[in-house]
């Protein structure tokens, strides 16, 4: 795993979207995966003004997100559909039509599951994945426990990613207990992946990934069997590294 620090949130960002852009620029029609939470707003906001300068063309691209509430209609303010349109999707040339996120209204989700593993496969597979990480090591919500050869699929959310997350709902009962999420499996066959952490509510989540034990009980440990990952991180999520 390489990791790259940054004294700022500000700082890290730009550089997760300057390999963005990167990927993009090398593979004009090629697949982004992306992620959702608090963590990568910067960094969208950073590739918004990359587009807006002329420096990168999304206009072939397609995107895979990884996880969605079950539940939750995409327009719904807290959906991740929702927060793609508004964070990045609105504001780059992309087109919507070849922008996907699990359906968290799907009458089946065993097959809406299925079919979007099909989707990435038939689009050549994902050249680029970008990842947050969870207070308590997880990975899209690939949550502790979870298979280092799991596919997308249904999950549980924790209590404690419920509390983290109840912070973007009204309160704590409307947060969803359910979500599909992409598998570590689906993760580590991207060709890519860039984690971004900020912030010093990360580092010990940091620390275990980057130092702990390879183990399921810490899914972003797992990323260390990836060979090409990178960590990019601000000082404050790094603040426990070694
Ligand atoms: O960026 P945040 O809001 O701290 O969230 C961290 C992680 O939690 C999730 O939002 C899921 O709870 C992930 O997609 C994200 O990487």
């Known amino acids: 795993m390489n990791v790259a620090i940054f004294s700022t949130a500000e700082e890290a960002s730009r550089e997760v979207a300057r390999r963005i852009a990167g990927a993009v620029n090398r593979r004009p029609d090629g697949v982004l995966g992306l992620a959702t939470g608090g963590t990568p707003v910067k960094a969208y906001q950073a590739l918004i003004g990359m587009y807006r300068d002329g420096k990168v063309d999304f206009s072939k691209i397609r995107t895979f997100n990884l996880d969605e509430y079950i539940g939750l209609p995409a327009d719904h303010p807290q959906s991740f559909r929702h927060f793609m349109d508004q964070q990045l999707f609105q504001s780059i040339n992309v087109d919507p039509e070849r922008t996907f996120v699990p359906d968290g209204l799907a009458s089946d989700v065993a097959q809406a599951c299925s079919q979007y593993e099909a989707m990435i496969r038939d689009a050549g597979g994902i050249d680029l994945q970008l990842l947050g990480i969870g207070h308590n090591g997880h990975i899209a919500f690939n949550e502790p426990g979870s298979a280092a050869d799991s596919r997308t699929r249904q999950v549980a959310l924790t ?84």
């Not at 993760?187 to 900020?198: G, Q, S, W």
């Open 159 to 242: 209590d404690e990613t419920i509390e983290n997350n109840a912070r973007f709902f009204e309160s704590i009962d409307q947060v969803p207990r359910h979500a599909i999420t992409m598998g570590i499996g689906t993760i580590l066959e991207a060709r890519e992946i860039v984690l971004l952490a900020l912030g010093e509510g990360k580092a010990e989540a940091v620390k275990k990934m980057v130092h702990g034990p390879i183990t399921e009980q810490h899914p972003a440990s797992l990323l260390r069997r990836h060979r090409n990952v990178t960590a990019v991180l601000d000082a404050a999520a790094a603040r426990r590294l070694a």
